[in-house]
């Protein structure tokens, strides 16, 4: 799939900034080669091979690796005004869920998502949807799919989830996952903290529950994302040895540090509460509700911060609200409590590649590895807002959208 234009498939970009991932700084005077879907060198102007090859100049523009999701819901449909997108989606057709989720898929990639991790959907469907993406039936970043998640009864996400309520249950759930296509399991183990009740956050799986999904998940080779927001939650998915920990709304200082000291990621979401406290059409309770759990949980992701607990970005697209195209928004929200422009960058790049065991294949922009890249217009580390609006993107080497500048009285693109 690719955009109208006249970028042809060899090519080397000579960008303004480039921001590769790995280093410290931007660079400035540098170019990109790509061909055959990968790219071929990146060093100062002149030092690549160029015979041959469009050269392409945005001198104005930002170069950085392909941007990366690691909580998605792409068969959420996040348009609804009313109600639960999570509930919605457990009750409507097959159909209707891969439509949505189709859209989805194809937001998120113009805006410069080039892979995502999936926190879950009804029926295995985003199994489905990332066998589609593989293909090129479906347009979307690449996609881990994580089938149903794992939850206990009447915990939450059960009406869409995958039922397992002792430790044997769990690894049965994981040995089913896996035998679907599952690329990473979704173990949920807390409720909701946006409920207004006494249920809001609490832990729903036992230390033991975890950690016999988790076991069973690594035999299988497969890394377990946790849905935690309170303490106890937190602290016992970290113990356990999940790959990251989702949300931690709640999570107090002995529950980071418990993360800190076990090494394992999370992925904050601030767009979540961001979005929620300015829902339409929220009850007095959900209002309150919401304007206090957003500043629970900026302190407790600031307090993570502060502590050097790897951040990933994650979105949880697919809420209400929530659209597929909300990771700048993620990475300025990082910014604003207390992580460098450049360091929240490789929450969404590198790190994150990392976190989903891609990092030799995707994350930074190094010889050899695939042709993800996104440019913009601006420096991300002086404003993380010029995110929101990508003058290309490309994925694998494949334009996805290209949408510089026309010069006028000048060939498109020329």
């Given at each position: 799939?690719?955009?109208?234009?006249?970028?042809?498939?060899?090519?080397?970009l000579?960008?303004g900034?480039?921001?590769?991932g790995?280093?410290e700084?931007?660079?400035t005077?540098?170019?990109?080669g790509?061909?055959?879907?990968?790219i071929?060198h990146?060093?100062p102007?002149?030092?690549?091979?160029?015979?041959?090859?469009?050269?392409?100049d945005?001198?104005?523009?930002?170069l950085?690796?392909?941007?990366?999701?690691?909580?998605?819901?792409y068969?959420?449909?996040?348009?609804?005004?009313t109600?639960n997108?999570?509930?919605l989606?457990?009750?409507?057709?097959?159909e209707?869920?891969?439509?949505?989720?189709?859209?989805?898929?194809r937001?998120?990639?113009q805006?410069g998502?080039?892979?995502?991790?999936?926190a879950?959907?009804?029926?295995?469907?985003d199994?489905a949807?990332?066998?589609?993406?593989?293909?090129?039936?479906?347009?979307?970043?690449?996609?881990?799919?994580?089938?149903?998640?794992?939850?206990i009864?009447?915990?939450?996400?059960?009406?869409?989830?995958l039922?397992?309520?002792?430790?044997p249950?769990m690894?049965?759930a994981?040995?089913?996952?896996?035998?679907?296509g599952?690329?990473?399991?979704?173990?949920?183990?807390?409720?909701?903290?946006?409920?207004t009740?006494?249920r809001?956050?609490?832990?729903?799986m036992?230390?033991?529950?975890?950690?016999?999904?988790?076991?069973?998940?690594?035999?299988l080779?497969?890394?377990?994302?946790?849905?935690?927001q309170?303490s106890?939650?937190v602290r016992?998915?970290?113990?356990?040895?999940?790959?990251?920990?989702?949300?931690?709304?709640?999570a107090?200082?002995a529950a980071?540090?418990?993360?800190?000291?076990?090494?394992?990621?999370?992925?904050?979401?601030?767009v979540?509460?961001?979005?929620?406290?300015?829902?339409?059409?929220?009850s007095?309770?959900?209002?309150?509700?919401?304007?206090?759990?957003?500043?629970?949980h900026?302190?407790?992701c600031e307090?993570a911060?502060?502590?050097g607990?790897?951040?990933?970005?994650?979105?949880?697209?697919?809420?209400?609200?929530v659209?597929?195209?909300?990771?700048?928004?993620?990475v300025?929200?990082?910014?604003?409590?207390?992580?460098?422009?450049m360091?929240?960058?490789?929450?969404?790049?590198?790190?994150?590649?990392?976190?989903?065991?891609?990092?030799?294949e995707?994350?930074s922009?190094?010889?050899?590895?695939?042709a993800?890249?996104?440019?913009?217009?601006?420096?991300?580390?002086?404003?993380?807002?010029c995110?929101?609006?990508?003058?290309?993107?490309m994925?694998?080497?494949?334009l996805?959208?290209?949408?510089r500048p026309?010069?006028?009285?000048?060939?498109?693109?020329?």
């Amino acid at each position: 799939m690719s955009a109208p234009s006249d970028l042809r498939p060899d090519l080397v970009l000579r960008p303004g900034l480039l921001i590769d991932g790995v280093a410290e700084t931007a660079r400035t005077g540098w170019e990109l080669g790509v061909s055959g879907g990968r790219i071929t060198h990146v060093g100062p102007v002149g030092t690549g091979s160029v015979a041959g090859r469009q050269i392409v100049d945005l001198p104005h523009a930002t170069l950085i690796p392909g941007l990366i999701d690691c909580h998605v819901h792409y068969l959420f449909d996040p348009r609804i005004e009313t109600g639960n997108s999570v509930e919605l989606a457990s009750t409507q057709p097959t159909e209707t869920l891969m439509l949505v989720g189709a859209r989805n898929a194809r937001l998120a990639l113009q805006a410069g998502v080039t892979t995502a991790r999936s926190a879950g959907a009804p029926r295995d469907l985003d199994i489905a949807l990332a066998a589609g993406i593989a293909r090129s039936d479906v347009i979307g970043p690449r996609l881990l799919p994580a089938g149903r998640a794992v939850t206990i009864t009447g915990g939450h996400g059960s009406p869409f989830g995958l039922i397992a309520d002792s430790a044997p249950e769990m690894v049965r759930a994981v040995r089913r996952l896996v035998g679907a296509g599952a690329q990473v399991i979704k173990a949920v183990a807390s409720e909701a903290a946006m409920l207004t009740d006494d249920r809001a956050g609490v832990a729903e799986m036992s230390a033991a529950e975890l950690s016999a999904l988790v076991a069973e998940a690594g035999r299988l080779r497969r890394k377990v994302m946790a849905h935690a927001q309170d303490s106890v939650s937190v602290r016992a998915a970290a113990e356990a040895g999940v790959a990251s920990i989702e949300h931690a709304f709640l999570a107090d200082e002995a529950a980071l540090a418990a993360v800190a000291r076990s090494g394992v990621a999370l992925t904050p979401t601030l767009v979540v509460t961001d979005v929620y406290r300015s829902l339409p059409k929220l009850s007095v309770d959900q209002q309150r509700r919401q304007e206090e759990l957003a500043m629970l949980h900026r302190s407790s992701c600031e307090t993570a911060i502060g502590m050097g607990i790897p951040i990933v970005t994650g979105t949880d697209c697919g809420l209400r609200g929530v659209g597929p195209d909300l990771v700048w928004r993620e990475v300025e929200l990082l910014t604003e409590h207390g992580m460098t422009a450049m360091e929240a960058l490789r929450g969404a790049t590198i790190r994150a590649a990392r976190l989903l065991g891609l990092e030799s294949e995707i994350g930074s922009l190094e010889e050899g590895k695939q042709a993800d890249l996104v440019a913009v217009n601006g420096d991300p580390t002086a404003d993380p807002g010029c995110l929101s609006d990508p003058v290309l993107v490309m994925q694998k080497g494949v334009l996805v959208s290209d949408r510089r500048p026309v010069r006028p009285g000048s060939p498109p693109h020329d």
